[in-house]
Structure formats: C-alpha cells, structure tokens
C-alpha cells in the first residue's frame, strides 16, 4: 500500500475516534490519536492476516489465528481506535462504531471477546496483562510450528504494573523471538506526566538488561516510519530475542488541541470541539 | 451405612499428577505450566516426558495466567498450576479479565489448599478461593474428595471446554472412590442414602463425613451423605431432592464458611425449600501453624464436629 493510502486511512481512523468518544461522550481520545499511524501500519501494511471473506461480506475472523501474524492491545482503553481499525479493515461493519459504550453494543469500553466482536482474542484495559497473553499466544504458535509473529501494544504508563515485568523477564529467558512488543512513549498518563506520576526512567536500558532487543521508532506518528520501523524489527525478530519497538508519540496526535497534554486522555470533545478536531482531518473513505 | 473401605491413603495432587502424566500421552494439546512448585504439584513425570509442553513461569503467578490464556488462543489446553493460595486470591484480577471474562479454555489447579497445607501458616492456607471463584461468572468450581476422584477429575477438565479452578490439598488422605469412576462435573455423588439428615461435604471432608456417619449409625440416625465435587455448577436438584426427604442439612468443607458451599447451598435453600442448615466450616478466621491433624480438631473440621452440628440441626427440624 503507498504511503499516501495508509495516510487517508489513518485521518479517517482518528475521525472515527473522535467522533465515537463524542457520540457517548465518554471513552479515551488522546491514546487511541497517538497510536493511531502504528496499529493502521501493523494491520493495513505490515501484518499478514487472514483477509478471506465471510457472511456478510466480513473477514471470517478466527479466533487461533493460525498462520497469521497475532496482534493484542493491552492498554485496552484506546479501543475506539482498535474497533475503528478493525471495521475499517473488514471484520464487522463500520456502522456498529456508532454503537461504542453503549447499552447492548459489541463495542464496550474496552475491548472484550466476550460480546463476539470479530478481530478480538482477549479482554483488556484492566492494565499489564496483554504481555502475559501475547507470550502464551506466540508460545503456542512455536509449538504449533506457526511461523508467523505476535505483537503486542501497551501503554508508557502500564509500565508502572507489576505484571508487565515479570512478562518483561520471562520472555528472553524462554527466548519468545516471535513476540515484537510495542510500547506507546507519549509520556501521559491520567494524573500527568509520566515522569511526575511515575518515572519510567530509562526504558530502553530496562528492557535490554532484562535480555530484550530494543530498538526505537522516533516518529511514531509518521506512518512511514512506522512501516519502516515494523520491518526492521520483523528482520530482527527469530533470533533467539524477543524485539521491543519504543514508539514515541504524541498523545492527541491530529488534533492539535488535544496534542501534547494529559487532559484528554480520558474526556470526550464537545460539539465545537468535535467540529474543529474534525476540521483538521479529511474524510478519505467516508464516515460512518 | 454403607461401608466405605481404604486401603491406601494419596494425597489429591498426586491423583493429579497422576492424571497428567496420562493425559500427556492423550492429549497432545495438554500444556502444564507451573510457577516454581513442580514437585508440590507432582507433574515431573509429564515433565520427563513432553519437555517441551512443559512452562516454568517462575514465582510469576500473574504472568502465569495470561501465558497461560494466550496459550489457549493457538488450541493448546492450558494447565496452570501452583499453591492454591497463589492460583486464586493473588492473581484474581488476571483470571478475571484474561482467563473468565475472556472465555479461555484454561485449567487453574492448585494445590495445598486450605488449613491442611499445616506448618506454613496462615499466609499459604488460603480458606477463601472457593468463595472468590465462585463468585466469578464463566468460572467452573472443582473440589474433589480424593486421590481416584482428583485424578478422575482432571481428566474430565480437560475435555471440558472453558475455565476451570480445580482444588486439592497438601496431605494424604484415604481413596475410598472407585480408581474406574466416571466424573461428571456438576453431578453430585450420592455417597449414602439415609432418612434423619443431609450431610453435603466437598474435598477430603468427604471421608470426615462417612465417619461421621457410622457415628451417628451407631446412636440411631440414618445420615444421607453426599459428596459435592462440583462447587459450581452447583447439582441444586440432587441437594433439593434430598433436603426435601430429610428436612435438614449440614455443609462441610474445609473453607471459610463465607461465601463456600454452605453458602452455595443456603442460597439453594433459601429460594427452593426452607430447613434448618448448620456449616462445619471456618467461621471468619485465618488459620495458622500446626500439624494438619491438630488443625483439623482446633477449627472444628473433624467428624466429631459434623456429628455434633448433625445432632444440633435435627434439634432444630
């Protein structure tokens, strides 16, 4: 796909982000912009996915994912951009984002298998444990003799979870070199900056002392570099380490008055807020 | 009374290592995982056998569930395992979201559950996973009596589809089942039929309730005993059917009696049929350091207890 496609699906995708967050007046915007250009590389370029068609017109979505690359989002509260690109990608239809967090939808408030939305494998947003989840699936395959690889996306802030380091110790040691984990750098979280809630410190020296092969995506919002960067690490990937891609971005990124702050991390846009966010991006396949 | 013989006494971990190891041979898409307790759980056999469908997560019992949940993802049958104590209360959240609320066809089994796990303490004597894995939708509760009814037990979960926490414990007990028994979850076992009085008894207090029952034989009461492997599903009619002929019922099991079966059973009773219920349980306690036996008598858990709670709940029909 040229660079130019997968930037027209990208501004659509952080349409319907905005405009799902307004339609309940809830849910998370700020995250779900900022990751926006890496889960529209991993699964309109970079990903190989069972695209067949089935009722309705709909990817038949399998739930083993055998022979295809895997991908699970642990920071489960930026699910407006996952269900967005998940409709736009053809797993169910894009008029069902109408329905996020609410009554009776498919689309909760954060991701779940447990209403049968296609394109999910297991419930997140309660933090730290899509890692965890991610090793056993890319375990499975190794003994499925699966080539494919799994990804997994979390949160900066979600590395302040316990969970995530005893995932983050594991996996070297059982040399899960089938796993690419992808942390989301925009240094936000809901009381503030990462740094004043929590510090992170240094990641990458973190993550390389716990026997990771860690490399950086320094424009995370630039979705050619997140092409790029998706490359390098598949290449780096089947070598006896797992790969961990430190994605810095901008939270809100598209929307200018969103950019660059923690304050929307979690509240959704008014109406004017909601005509000027989508001011800034042009409609390229369409609302819903 | 019918008459229960033994003629070895197994702990139930063993009956499921036991199983394990068979089910290795079975079942190709058997995975165990443990967290750094292979020899408590008895699963080296299968470990010597199918290296490589063999986990050691380490003490990272939370990661250990959401391996274990992504495993399922890829078809493969999960067996996670540690102490009970660490299998329910610490990792709850991670069964919650990864494993129920996610549908995964994992297996939680744990081991050295409740008072009887001994000289530890209260730290590892966990008397309140029944209750929390009760209370959790999707989840299945197993709690076998002993060695031939865990390892039976076990291989009926993993042609089970969906989440499971199957309970054992630390210490031997008699095998008074049938090494050939058929296991079917949420089917409650009719161990003696009797007329006075409902003992309904899960895990090892099985047995304490079959001693109880010649006891009471002996004083003129005919004692209907049944066995409730199968916390949940509970088998409301087999407990209605019975509370129905007998007008009374006590509960035993070595858990708190917040929240276990007593409670499972009361709330059947409450909505079905109205008698006079008493628990051999721990009452709102933790426990602490002794032998299993001195345990068993100091928190009220032993067939002289069952027998007085019988005779004080046929007081009040």
Not at chain 2, 292 to 306: A, F, H, R
């Amino acid at each position: 796909m040229q660079t130019q496609e997968l930037q027209d699906i990208a501004s659509q995708v952080r349409r319907d982000i905005v405009r799902m967050v307004h339609g309940c007046k809830s849910g998370h915007p700020g995250g779900s912009l900022g990751c926006t250009d890496i889960v529209v590389a991993l699964y309109f370029q970079h990903m190989k996915t069972n695209n067949r068609k089935g009722k309705g017109g709909y990817i038949s979505f399998k739930m083993d994912g055998t022979d295809e690359d895997l991908f699970f989002l642990s920071n489960g509260h930026i699910s407006p951009l996952f269900y967005s690109v998940l409709a736009r990608k053809g797993y169910f239809g894009v008029e069902e984002l109408s329905t996020f967090r609410k009554l009776n939808s498919r689309l909760q408030g954060h991701p779940t298998t447990h209403e049968g939305l296609p394109g999910i494998r297991v419930a997140s947003g309660s933090l730290g444990q899509g890692m965890s989840v991610a090793i056993g699936a890319a375990m499975a395959k190794k003994l499925n003799g699966d080539k494919q690889s799994v990804y997994v996306l979390m949160g900066d802030g979600e590395q302040q979870e316990g969970q995530v380091w005893e995932a983050a110790q594991f996996a070297p040691h059982h040399k899960v070199d089938n796993l690419i984990a992808i942390i989301d750098l925009n240094g936000q979280q809901i009381d503030g900056s990462t740094e004043e809630v929590m510090s992170n410190r240094d990641l990458k020296a973190k993550y390389k002392a716990f026997g990771w092969n860690v490399m950086e995506i320094k424009e995370g919002n630039n979705v050619e570099e997140c092409v790029k960067g998706l490359r390098k690490a598949k290449r780096l990937s089947g070598k006896g380490q797992p790969i961990m891609i430190l994605l810095h971005t901008d939270m809100g990124a598209g929307v200018d008055f969103m950019m660059g702050s923690h304050k929307w991390h979690g509240i959704a846009p008014n109406d004017e807020q909601l005509a000027a966010a989508l001011a800034q991006l042009p409609s390229s396949l369409g609302d819903y | 009374m019918k008459k229960y013989t033994y003629t070895e006494s197994k702990d139930t971990r063993s009956g499921f290592g036991d199983a394990m190891t068979e089910l290795g041979e079975s079942h190709p898409n058997v995975v165990a995982l443990c967290a750094d307790l292979v020899g408590s759980l008895k699963i080296a056999p299968f470990i010597k056998n199918h290296p490589e469908r063999f986990i050691q997560v380490g003490i990272a019992e939370a990661n250990m569930m959401g391996i274990a949940a992504g495993l399922t993802i890829g078809g493969k049958i999960p067996f996670a395992s540690t102490f009970a104590n660490f299998g329910s209360g610490r990792v709850y959240d991670q069964i919650r979201q990864s494993i129920a609320y996610s549908d995964k066809n994992v297996k939680i089994a744990v081991s050295h559950a409740g008072l009887t796990l001994g000289e530890d303490g209260a730290t590892h004597q966990i008397l309140e996973d029944l209750a929390m894995m009760r209370s959790m939708p999707n989840m299945t509760v197993i709690n076998p009596c002993d060695y031939n009814q865990t390892k039976a037990a076990t291989k009926a979960v993993a042609d089970y589809e969906g989440p499971v926490y199957l309970r054992f414990g630390r210490p031997v007990v008699p095998v008074f089942t049938d090494a050939d028994q058929k296991f079917e979850i949420g089917k409650a076992w009719m161990v003696n039929e009797g007329k006075d009085v409902t003992i309904i008894a899960t895990g090892h207090l099985v047995w304490e309730a079959i001693k109880a029952g010649e006891k009471l034989e002996a004083q003129g009461i005919d004692a209907e005993i049944i066995n409730i492997h199968t916390i949940k599903p509970l088998d409301t009619a087999a407990i209605l059917k019975s509370v129905k002929k007998t007008k009374c019922v006590v509960t035993c099991e070595e858990h708190q009696a917040n929240g276990g079966l007593g409670d499972a059973v009361a709330q059947t009773l409450s909505q079905n049929f109205l008698a006079p219920q008493e628990y051999v349980a721990v009452n709102d306690s933790f426990g602490e350091s002794g032998t299993p036996e001195q345990l068993m008598v100091k928190y009220g858990l032993t067939s002289d207890d069952i027998v007085a709670k019988v005779l004080k709940v046929i007081a009040r029909k």
